[in-house]
């Protein structure tokens, strides 16, 4: 399968920092990555999809403002989450899909572990 | 409105024997089906797929069986192995769309 990475794996930060979290794909070429967070003992909750070279496309409940994501390469997106506060604390896991397979597999990155203190 | 359902929140299967995670949708809409495996602090893994023009399809030791009319979907492990230990989530996607909808998933634990 392909190969999805992201960066940090695990941050801790003060209430009131921004944290950016990295996730690239790495054996091929991805215009839309998908950002997700997973609470404890919860399921896999899509935050937005990530298109290269355009805006990211918000689910409901979701605040643009405060989780800016960026998709300015074919390989590479970020999340930025701004103002963080402890419940932001959560499991953020990203995705992407092989544009030329025809199949919507997602493939998923290592998860980046936030705690906000 | 949880569109994905495993009821089964954990399910215990010994070593050898067939290991069966079940999933129900409500969407009529979903044509294409996903099963992930997912170990703590990691991300998903994905298994096997299935599209809505089939019933079944098979990887290996794993096998998934789709039944449209009582949007119900399952995975069979067999032979089950320790390695199978952990969390397995269907996930559905829609016509036309690439995002993916993922039930509340299952914890497998395989008895040596």
């Known amino acids: 399968g392909a190969v999805v990475s992201q960066h940090p794996s695990r941050v801790i930060c003060k209430s009131g920092t921004s944290v950016k979290i990295e996730c690239r794909s790495l054996?091929?070429?991805?215009?839309?990555m998908f950002w997700y967070r997973q609470f404890p003992k919860q399921s896999l909750m899509l935050m937005a999809t990530?298109?290269?070279?355009?805006?990211?496309?918000?689910e409901q409940g979701v605040e643009k403002d405060k989780f800016l994501i960026n998709h300015a390469s074919l390989t590479l997106s970020t999340l930025t989450v701004t103002s963080a506060h402890p419940e932001d604390s959560s499991f953020y896991i990203c995705?992407?899909?092989?544009?030329?397979?025809?199949?919507?597999?997602?493939?998923f990155g290592p998860g980046t572990r936030l705690l906000v203190l | 409105d949880q569109q994905v359902k495993q009821n089964s929140p954990s399910l215990s299967v010994q070593e050898g024997r067939i290991s069966i995670l079940n999933c129900d949708y409500t969407?009529?809409?979903?044509?294409?089906f996903l099963w992930y495996k997912k170990y703590p602090a990691e991300g998903p893994t994905f298994l096997i797929s299935?599209?809505?023009?089939?019933d079944k399809n098979e990887d290996g030791r794993f096998t998934v069986f789709l039944n449209k009319s009582a949007k119900h979907l399952s995975l069979h492990i067999v032979p089950s192995q320790p390695g199978d230990s952990a969390v397995y989530f269907c996930?559905?996607?829609?016509?036309?769309?690439?995002?993916?909808?993922f039930g509340t998933g299952t914890r497998l634990t395989i008895i040596p």
């Open positions: 990530s298109n290269e070279g355009s805006k990211a496309t918000y």
């Open positions: 996930a559905a996607s829609a016509k036309g769309n690439e995002k993916l909808t």
């Open positions: 969407n009529s809409m979903f044509d294409y």
């Open positions: 995705s992407a899909r092989v544009p030329t397979s025809g199949e919507k597999t997602q493939y």
């Open positions: 054996d091929f070429q991805a215009t839309t």
């Open positions: 299935i599209s809505s023009i089939k």
